[in-house]
């Protein structure tokens, strides 16, 4: 219903219920409110930024829920999708679909309070071991860009604040970038520590020097982890080599360094490299593990079914053996010869006689 544009607004209760709901405690426009009696424009005019300023709010309001409801289905995903890479894992599921599985997190960016909550990192972090180079290969490529992203979060927080300091030579941020520049770039199969730029002078004693390079060298090889993380588990490895075959000029250190240089650069072993980058193997241990120890589940499988096969031929019965006094043997000259005699030739040529000197071993045949 029109009213005269001389309408004044006496009950203030109604208006100030209006002002208490949309408005915050200190807002401009309750300041702004003229003393009553108002007129009807001025009701209008008040009204209509107080509604604003709700909707805005309200519009505020929506978009925080529906970034905690998207927040809550991305960790569901992320819990379900490591809980997929566990089952697969232990159920010896093939490469293919671990990888299926790794790719779905390419795109995710990592922060603490997600990879705490959903425990992906765990699961990522044990397929590193991985047999399948590939499988380890990307899941430690996962590990390094979110723990990139877990020490870049820091910064990006501090940068978007208005009174936030220019970041200071303290700051973390450079550190998270030098170790992503780090990341190796070219065939990994050609990677040591020339090609990625590492100086391994850093003891002082040359030969201990050395050792380090041929660490680095090994652990390199074929691996997708960062420079500095190699050449830190190098000088360990190093370190307890040189604590167990004191001092560095002997040749028990120097040897021992060699084996497992050569074990690091086995193509075959690829398990080996990854659990003693990760720590699943400590480099005391590392130094002190046996020939056995330090062979690929590859080589382990071939010498063990060369063994059985030994083992099936020294349970084959073997023909019978007569001891001749007649026969000497030519090397030693004794008479302890045993022999046996098989058909190797046609029915109507003779047999062949196989000799063996009891006493040194020599052996011939004769028709």
């Known amino acids: 219903t029109p009213r005269p544009s001389n309408f004044q607004l006496h009950d203030t209760r109604t208006f100030v219920a209006l002002l208490n709901y949309h408005l915050p405690p200190n807002s401009r426009l309750r300041s702004s409110v003229p003393p009553f009696p108002i007129t009807l424009n001025q009701v209008t ?17 929506s978009k925080r829920l529906r970034s905690g409801i998207m927040a809550s289905m991305e960790a569901k995903d992320i819990e379900e ?17 671990l990888l299926a599985l790794l790719d779905g997190l390419k795109g995710w960016t990592a922060t603490e309070k997600l990879l705490r909550q959903t425990k992906i990192g765990v699961h990522v972090n044990k397929l590193r071991q991985n047999p399948d180079t590939q499988v ?33 030579k303290s700051s973390p941020a450079p550190a998270a970038a030098s170790k992503l520049k780090a990341e190796p770039q070219g065939d990994l199969e050609k990677r040591n520590s020339l090609s990625d730029k590492i100086d391994t002078a850093v003891t002082g004693n040359q030969t201990r020097d050395a050792c380090i390079k041929l660490m680095y060298d090994g652990l390199a090889f074929m691996s997708p982890d960062a420079a500095p993380e190699i050449l830190k588990v190098a000088r360990s490895v190093e370190l307890a080599a040189y604590n167990a075959y004191q001092p560095e000029g002997s040749p028990e250190y120097r040897q021992r360094i060699r084996s497992l ?40 499988a071939e010498d063990e079914k060369l063994q059985k096969e030994n083992m099936d031929k020294a349970m084959v019965a073997q023909a019978e053996r007569s001891i001749s006094a007649s026969l000497t043997c030519g090397k030693c000259g004794q008479k302890k010869v045993s022999y046996s005699q098989a058909q190797t030739r046609s029915a109507d040529e003779p047999m062949t006689t196989f000799c063996e000197c009891t006493v040194c071993g020599n052996r011939w045949k004769f028709s």
């Open 81 to 97: 999708r490591g809980k997929q890479l566990a089952k697969a894992a232990v159920g010896g599921d093939p490469p293919a679909t």
């Open 45 to 61: 005019h008040i009204t209509s930024e107080a509604l604003a300023t709700a909707a805005g709010r309200s519009i505020t309001r």
């Open 261 to 300: 240089y050569q074990n690091l650069k086995n193509k075959s072993n690829p398990k080996l490299r990854s659990q003693v980058l990760s720590g699943f193997i400590k480099p005391d241990r590392f130094v002190r593990m046996t020939h056995e120890e330090l062979k690929s589940d590859k080589q382990r």
């Open 136 to 168: 380890a290969r990307t899941a430690t490529t996962l590990v390094n860009k979110w723990k990139g992203d877990v020490k870049k979060a820091p910064a990006t927080a501090a940068s978007s604040g208005t009174n936030s300091p220019a970041p200071n």
